[in-house]
């Protein structure tokens, strides 16, 4: 096998296949490899000075079987600069693997990359490989080599990620959710219909987005004002990268913006992604003013009810384990991070430093000494 470094983005958008494709001849693919939400996630990224592409091909018989998409960012500690790999898409991304051809046994296709990065270990000092399930095979090999080489790769428990299995058979997925919830649900969607008209929409127009995706960002903002954590969509370049992205997911077949009105009036939305077997909850708005309707479950639960009607199999609420994703049902997976190192001496220096960082001694340190040179600032100068 051959195995290529690429600098350039462009590499990537010409080795990867449609979305069809890569579904049906590529491992355990999700949402986060397809090529339009990986762009959108670039084009806004790319911005940044300090990260650069390091795009990993694995070819044999000059045919692509493997991509490990990856980017470079720099990042400074006092007066050294470190080199970290991270997976394109990272923070914004829930499932993050390599795009290995289903032909070929995946170990066979990940001990080819690896070697080639080890290789060029002068070039990088850390990878840091988050958001990967637990139960993939890129865990399962990464887990064999940490036992091989434990002093260099280090694995740690992520996020939770809960999903709900269903089928057409709608009573038996309603048995599913919480009894209490369920009533909550068909009370107040009761109470809504006596007063109004609500209305379930799935947009289906690429028209439709830009409307759909503002006022996204409207009651996006006006519900997190309110907490000590403002919404991101405050921010002009995550609204761009977020309407970039609805749109190219579009033109890819695999958007699915869902959304609630009373009245004519848009009450809760659902940003999501949908495949021929999945549909992706990634975030919600609701608007505040019908808060005490519960809008933003009544909404999950028309989603679930459209995805049986559809034939899904699963509906996927991502990362996090708030109390409400149990409620319906759901079945717990888990997301882990691996963090690797390899035997230059600045990787061994940033692996002791991070080590260091996490650790109370280190940060009481720190602190006692921030606090000291602030004192001694405010002292006065004897001539």
């Known amino acids: 096998m051959e195995v290529i470094i690429h600098k350039e983005f462009v590499s990537l958008e010409k080795l990867l296949p449609k979305w069809n494709l890569l579904k049906e001849k590529y491992y355990e693919i999700t949402i986060f490899q397809d090529m339009s939400w990986i762009k959108s996630w670039w084009y806004c990224k790319s911005r940044q000075k300090n990260i650069s592409p390091y795009i990993i091909e694995i070819k044999n018989n000059k045919e692509t079987i493997g991509v490990l998409p990856l980017y470079m960012e720099l990042m400074r500690f006092a007066r050294l600069h470190f080199r970290i790999l991270k997976p394109i898409g990272s923070e914004v991304s829930d499932y993050l693997i390599p795009i290995l051809s289903k032909e070929y046994p995946p170990e066979e296709i990940l001990s080819s990359a690896f070697k080639k990065i080890y290789e060029d270990k002068l070039n990088w000092d850390y990878i840091n490989w988050g958001d990967i399930p637990e ?79 503002n006022k996204f960002f409207e009651l996006h903002i006006e519900r997190w004002g309110r907490t000590v954590t403002p919404s991101k969509f405050l921010q002009e370049e995550e609204r761009e990268h977020a309407m970039l992205a609805a749109k190219n997911l579009f033109q890819s077949g695999l958007l699915f913006l869902a959304y609630l009105s009373y009245n004519d009036e848009i009450i809760a939305i659902e940003f999501g992604m949908s495949d021929a077997k999945k549909i992706y909850l990634y975030l919600p708005a609701f608007n505040i003013k019908y808060r005490n309707y519960s809008v933003g479950n009544l909404l999950n639960y028309f989603i679930i009810l459209e995805a049986c009607k559809r034939g899904y199999d699963i509906v996927d609420f991502l990362r996090g384990d708030e109390k409400h994703k149990q409620e319906w049902g759901t079945v717990k997976k888990y997301n882990v991070k691996y963090e690797i190192y390899n035997h230059s001496l600045k990787s061994m220096v940033f692996k002791y430093i991070t080590r260091a960082n996490k650790s109370k001694s280190f940060n009481y340190i720190i602190h006692k000494l921030s606090n000291l040179s602030r004192m001694m600032s405010k002292r006065p100068h004897f001539q």
């Open 135 to 213: 139960d993939s095979f890129f865990s399962k090999f990464l887990t064999k080599q940490m036992i091989n080489k434990h002093r260099l790769i280090e694995k740690k428990k992520a996020d939770t990620c809960p999903f709900l299995k269903i089928s057409n058979k709608v009573e038996e997925v309603k048995c599913k959710l919480d009894e209490d919830l369920l009533k909550k649900i068909l009370s107040k969607e009761r109470k809504l219909n006596k007063r109004g008209n609500l209305t379930f929409t799935l947009v289906t127009k690429e028209e439709e987005i830009e409307p759909v995706m």
